[in-house]
């Protein structure tokens, strides 16, 4: 029962972010005054299956360059693995653990691509994105570590159970904008998609990418803007995944993606860098502790009451 669970899950998830791609290409044409994709099926709808062409380039490191748009395809989907399922649940006790390692790991696929192509354009792709990665992830991993502190669980299935008086946004609003903004950075998205700059390295660390390994690539981006969008609803907005609004409100954040994608442009680099070590560093290590010494202050309440 859970492998045929688990198998309609990927099957829904492909089509989700086949559909999100048009779903981005319409708002982006309405953006611009224009109509979007609209020539292949009707209103556009069979548009994301009409694309596939494959080569490869002769003088790029060719085994790695081949399996790592796979292995980036398959980290992607790790991350699904926290999400609540109704029929054949998976509870991890570690799951923001869990999912700050598979958030780590999905750097190294990018860093291979960009090496094995044997381009310059993808190599320099890749190293930005290490140092966006790794300037970005400290500052999430200090947010995340601030609702730990609250909600006193490392599993994700309890925030619902937490938040079911007050949801974690009302609590710290800037912290809210700030893990937005994060978001938008770990899933190399506009304002901050330095590795995939098209004005400057053509287009990033997959340049030297079609048909196939390009599918791969792009299905495993959109995937992890889609799960991000579902955790951001988890963490800060109820996690009522009983809820059909629950799922609006994903949609919603897929929107807001799109929108910021059409209405900003992008960052200077080094005002990425500024932004992250010098802004949300400082701001996410002051909100630990501002939590910590709250947690500290329930904790000597309670034990005041139990004695």
Not at 28 to 33: A, D, E, H, I, R
Not at 61 to 88: A, D, G
Not at 204 to 226: D, K, P, Q, R, T
């Amino acid at each position: 029962m859970f492998y045929l669970v688990s198998l309609f899950f990927v099957v829904f998830l492909l089509i989700s972010v086949g559909f999100f791609t048009l779903f981005e290409r319409k708002i982006l044409g309405y953006s611009q005054v224009r109509k979007g994709p609209c020539k292949v099926g009707f209103f556009g709808l069979l548009q994301p299956f009409s694309e596939s062409e494959y080569f490869f380039p002769f003088n790029s490191n060719f085994l790695i360059y081949y399996f790592c748009p796979l292995l980036m395809f398959i980290q992607s989907f790790f991350l699904w693995l926290l999400f609540p399922y109704f029929v054949c649940c998976i509870s991890f006790s570690f799951g923001l653990l869990f999912f700050m390692c598979c958030l780590s790991v999905s750097i190294y696929p990018i860093v291979l691509c960009g090496w094995s192509s044997n381009s310059i354009y993808s190599l320099l792709g890749g190293i930005r994105s290490v140092s966006q990665t790794i300037s970005y992830e400290v500052s999430l991993s200090f947010f995340l570590l601030c609702y730990f502190l609250m909600a006193d669980t490392y599993n994700i299935m309890d925030f619902f159970l937490v938040q079911s008086y007050c949801w974690f946004f009302f609590l710290s609003i800037p912290l809210f904008f700030c893990w937005l903004s994060c978001c938008l950075a770990e899933t190399n998205r506009t304002p901050f998609d330095f590795s995939e700059g098209e004005s400057e390295l053509v287009s990033g660390f997959n340049i030297e990418y079609g048909g196939g390994g390009f599918a791969f690539l792009f299905i495993s981006e959109y995937s992890s803007i889609i799960f991000m969008c579902f955790f951001t609803c988890m963490v800060f907005f109820g996690g009522d995944f009983f809820n059909l609004i629950f799922y609006f409100k994903i949609v919603l954040f897929i929107f807001f993606f799109v929108w910021v994608r059409c209405s900003f442009p992008r960052y200077r680099y080094d005002k990425l860098m500024y932004l992250a070590w010098s802004c949300y560093l400082p701001l996410s290590m002051n909100y630990v502790l501002f939590f910590f010494l709250i947690s500290c202050w329930v904790l000597y309440h309670f034990f005041l009451l139990s004695y």
